[in-house]
């Protein structure tokens, strides 16, 4: 008797504490009015301040193509005579005329860039892609030589984006007129793009039908390029930033979930601030950091390579903390430019003293010539030479994966150009991996589904009464005693 009034005792004083802390045993059902989304969507978060670090890669050379990505395309011209070959998509489709020119193109977007591409890339650590696009996707006259069809191509790669966990930001990469020059732009040609007004408001038009694409797949794309490498040497910057503030009131107008990404006009970071506009928000600053474009650094040996990494990033990461974010949307592990085609069809190389207004040999050897380490064929690479990739790599990622927003290397892919190619560097070693953040989409209907069984699973939980806790803890007091 003595037990079983401890054991009542017992019971009662828990009893007691249970009714004066109600949450402590007890799983409040959901309320009649909360929904899934209430569950799933906390209110005033934004999607971007869970961004983490950027790691992508360039889909390169799809949606534009350029001879040294794929230069197969350009061979099969073959002619003896250099001003009868094409050197951009521009006079490619020219020479081929539009209905064999989409034939071919159209097998080439098909085929270059895979779903399997994509989830080997998640896997080596890859969470963000940049897919370059010329205009004429969203925007053709029919004065112009190009064709179009690239849009349902750029969607099955969002749908397989959105399926393995990346992230995208598309990149308006040639604008009408061109707006630099180069064969990036799609028409190797003096440039012609804020010439004329025309040309100005085309390109809005292609922004704007690219933000669409990002509101209609708005679980995809998380960032808008508005126009890469447009020219500081043709242009005053003002005039830039003109149509940079045009190009944001309509991206803005259309979503506030996306960063709106602007290009450094190839201006020195100390003068970046001249680029940018105080009310922007969510918005990120692209640089593209080469070493084997400019006279002087493709002199340089291995070891000076690897401390000019540092110094050229210094003003770079400074502004990164003092104004919005940076990165580095383009670089590469080559510090030569020996790559096929890599300063255009048809010229030569600083390396070896070919190129045009270069009257000798620029490399940092007597003997300069690209084959072995600088040649297309990486069976050919020294083990010295792929250690010197790695670390040259390394110290790169060092500063843009640690100090900046994040980086895109520049390119997923190439037929024969091994420093450019991203997928190849990581299966030879000279690229790291990194541990997989892509993490795929989950269905509506699967999230549906997960979520209604997160609230179900709750009704099935033991409903802690007063009744319950009481002969609950009694029968064990009980036992105890």
Not at 83 to 100: A, H, I, Q
Not at 247 to 266: E, G, K, L, P
Not at 428 to 444: E, H, L, N, V
Not at 451 to 480: G, M, Q
Request: aromatic content about 12%.
């Amino acid at each position: 008797m003595l037990r079983f009034c401890q054991a009542v005792t017992l019971a009662l004083s828990v009893l007691s504490v249970a009714h004066a802390s109600p949450g402590l045993f007890s799983v409040e059902e959901s309320s009649s009015t909360e929904t899934i989304e209430d569950i799933t969507e906390p209110t005033g978060s934004s999607r971007l301040s869970d961004i983490d670090i950027i790691r992508g890669v360039n889909l390169g050379g799809v949606f534009l193509i350029e001879p040294f990505i794929r230069p197969s395309l350009f061979d099969q011209f073959n002619s003896s005579i250099p001003s009868d070959m094409p050197v951009d998509e521009w006079t490619f489709t020219e020479k081929l005329g539009k209905e064999e020119a989409l034939r071919q193109l159209e097998d080439h977007w098909d085929t270059f860039v895979t779903k399997e591409h994509l989830e080997t890339l998640a896997e080596s650590g890859i969470n963000w892609i940049r897919i370059p696009i010329g205009y004429w996707a969203f925007n053709l006259t029919d004065d112009e030589p190009f064709v179009n069809g690239q849009v349902p191509y750029i969607e099955r790669i969002l749908g397989w984006a959105q399926e393995t966990g990346l992230k995208v930001e598309l990149d308006l990469h040639g604008a009408p007129g061109s707006q630099n020059g180069y064969d990036n732009s799609g028409h190797r040609v003096t440039p012609e793009w804020l010439h004329s007004r025309t040309n100005v408001d085309r390109t809005l038009d292609a922004v704007r039908k690219m933000t669409q694409l990002a509101v209609d797949w708005e679980d995809a794309v998380y960032g808008i390029q508005i126009l890469n490498e447009p020219s500081r040497w043709k242009w005053p910057v003002s005039d830039i930033l003109e149509f940079y503030n045009e190009a944001y009131d309509i991206v803005r107008s259309m979503t506030n979930d996306v960063y709106f990404v602007i290009h450094d006009t190839f201006l020195g970071p100390n003068e970046w601030s001249t680029l940018v506009s105080s009310n922007w928000t969510n918005a990120l600053m692209d640089t593209h950091i080469y070493q084997m474009f400019d006279n002087y650094i493709i002199t340089l040996n291995e070891t000076a390579h690897i401390d000019m990494v540092a110094t050229m990033a210094e003003n770079v990461t400074r502004f990164d903390r003092s104004s919005i974010g940076v990165v580095v949307g383009e670089f590469s592990a080559a510090t030569h430019d020996c790559t096929k085609y890599i300063n255009g069809l048809g010229r030569g190389s600083r390396w070896e003293g070919t190129l045009e207004y270069v009257d000798h040999p620029l490399c940092p050897f007597e003997n300069c010539t690209c084959t072995g380490d600088y040649g297309s064929d990486y069976t050919e690479f020294s083990d010295h030479y792929k250690r010197f990739l790695r670390r040259y790599i390394d110290s790169q990622l060092s500063i843009y994966d640690r100090e900046l927003a994040g980086w895109f290397y520049w390119n997923f892919r190439t037929e024969s150009a091994p420093e450019w190619d991203y997928m190849l560097g990581v299966e030879q070693g000279w690229i790291p991996k990194f541990s997989r953040t892509a993490i795929p989409m989950t269905s509506d209907e699967e999230s549906e589904i997960s979520a209604t069984d997160l609230v179900s699973s709750a009704s099935l939980l033991p409903k802690f009464t007063p009744y319950v806790i009481f002969t609950s803890v009694l029968a064990f007091a009980l036992v105890l005693f």
